[in-house]
């Protein structure tokens, strides 16, 4: 990430490049009739994105590719020995989450209308976060294992942490400690998942307290 700082800087010509007068994909957005409509046409813009990469990605995570991708994160000596290279379900799942990515920021700086250098640091914190809160949340909605629940959780974990962070603003949290707030909800959810799991008597005990 030290390197791809460099690297933006060169692809960028500069810290910071104005979008305004630049048509993007939101630009038709702005012909809509209202104040309203233009503030829920990036909505429904996003949503729908949103909904078909999540209907895309449980496709392939369903096939014997997405299979085999999701066996070597599970076990990859069980599935190196099925004759599958690791190596290239390494690289094309770096590469795959790396494309996303790219569109992600994409549609943000011409949201925002602009792109400029600092736009993601302390993104990665807020990655794992959204992660973190929609795993405990297909957890509590299903035990069954399904990879659309999974996506779908960490959409809306997304959305969760956002809320979250927009609350503790609108409590008054001077911006500055922003940071500090967000380390506190990174903190929470890793530690409730595992706090809940630690106070839930074991099927033993209770039987021997039964």
């Known amino acids: 990430m030290t390197a791809l700082y460099s690297v ?8 910071n490049v104005p979008l305004l007068e630049t048509v993007t994909v939101l630009t038709p957005l702005d012909q809509l009739p209202g104040i309203a409509s233009r503030q829920a046409g990036p909505i429904l813009l996003f949503l729908v994105t949103t909904l078909a990469f999540v209907l895309i990605l449980s496709w392939f995570f369903r096939t014997d590719f997405g299979l085999a991708m999701r066996a070597t994160g599970d076990n990859e000596t069980m599935i190196a020995a099925q004759g599958v290279s690791t190596d290239s379900m390494k690289i094309i ?32 914190v807020f990655g794992l976060a959204s992660v973190i809160i929609g795993d405990t949340l297909s957890t509590l909605v299903s035990r069954q294992f399904r990879i659309w629940i999974k996506f779908t959780s960490v959409v809306i974990g997304t959305v969760l942490f956002r809320f979250l962070v927009a609350f503790a603003l609108s409590l008054g949290l001077d911006p500055v ?30 039987s021997r307290i039964t």
Not at 8 to 15: A, P, Q, V, Y
Not at 99 to 114: E, K, M, P
Not at 180 to 194: D, N, Y
């Open 177 to 206: 400690d922003l940071k500090i707030a967000t380390a506190v909800f990174v903190l929470l959810a890793i530690v409730l998942p595992r706090l809940r799991s630690f106070l839930r008597p074991s099927p033993g005990l209770a």
């Open 93 to 124: 799942g770096i590469g795959l989450s790396n494309a996303l990515i790219a569109l992600s920021g994409s549609l943000v700086a011409q949201f925002q209308g602009f792109a400029d250098i600092g736009m993601g640091v302390g993104i990665v």
């Open 8 to 15: 933006n800087l060169r692809t960028m010509g500069r810290s």
